[in-house]
């Protein structure tokens, strides 16, 4: 089992730029979500999936947009970057929303630049 | 006030000591309280989570849980400089979402 991936693992955007953080699971989970990581902030919730079929916006959704294209994938896309989205970018995810399976599980990262 | 709130450090302990972290949480609903250990330019992974009052052991580990005081904490006996990470403490909210703290940086000296 590969866990959580995520792809690209680094990139560098000018302002103005789009792009699309691709992440998957093979754990069959329920539950994904997208965390952006800056230094002295913490890990923040940006988007979730609850379940396939279902998003919900998390504590910084602006800028952002999110796709469960089906049980295994969660997408992340930036429409327009900006340098205030330069960050690490972390996928998660998590088998349900029973207290025991509260366990989330994280990709590698995307470490993104916005120039 | 932040929802988890955790000491940034860095805490420097000596090589064989306790390692005390700790963290404070706002939302008395909370149920289930993690923490993780995060290595420099890695992503964070899961070392405990306890769901009920009291002390939760696991090899070198402890998690400790005051739901009235809405306190949890880590000890780390035994310290090794391989401990030496960031700690993130995570207390669950509302609607399957986890809260994270900002971590304590943890360092394990010779």
């Known amino acids: 089992n590969a866990g959580v991936t995520q792809t690209p693992k680094f990139q560098v955007l000018k302002t103005g730029q789009s792009m699309t953080l691709q992440c998957a699971q093979d754990?069959?989970?329920?539950?994904m979500y997208w965390y952006r990581q800056d230094p002295g902030m913490g890990l923040r919730l940006i988007y979730y999936s609850a379940s396939e079929g279902t998003t919900d916006k998390g504590e910084v959704p602006n800028g952002y947009n999110v796709s469960r294209l089906n049980k295994r994938e969660f997408s992340l896309r930036l429409e327009s970057a900006a340098p205030s989205q330069t960050s690490v970018y972390f996928c998660?995810?998590?088998?349900?929303?029973?207290?025991?399976?509260?366990?989330?599980?994280f990709g590698p990262g995307t470490r993104l630049t916005v120039t | 006030q932040k929802e988890v709130e955790q000491n940034s450090g860095p805490l420097s302990v000596p090589e064989g000591a306790i390692a005390s972290l700790n963290c404070t949480y706002s939302d008395r609903g909370s149920q289930s309280f993690f923490w993780y250990r995060q290595y420099s330019g890695k992503s964070p992974e899961l070392i405990m989570f306890?769901?009920?009052?009291g002390d939760k052991e696991d090899g070198r580990f402890t998690a400790q849980l005051n739901k009235a005081s809405q306190y949890v904490s880590l000890l780390i006996r035994d310290s090794q400089p391989s401990d030496s990470a960031t700690y993130l403490c995570?207390?669950?909210?509302?609607?399957?979402?986890?809260?994270f703290g900002t971590g304590t940086r943890l360092q394990v000296t010779l």
């Open positions: 998660a995810s998590r088998m349900g929303s029973r207290t025991e399976y509260y366990e989330q599980y």
């Open positions: 754990m069959n989970h329920n539950s």
């Open positions: 306890i769901y009920s009052n």
């Open positions: 995570a207390v669950t909210g509302t609607a399957s979402k986890l809260t």
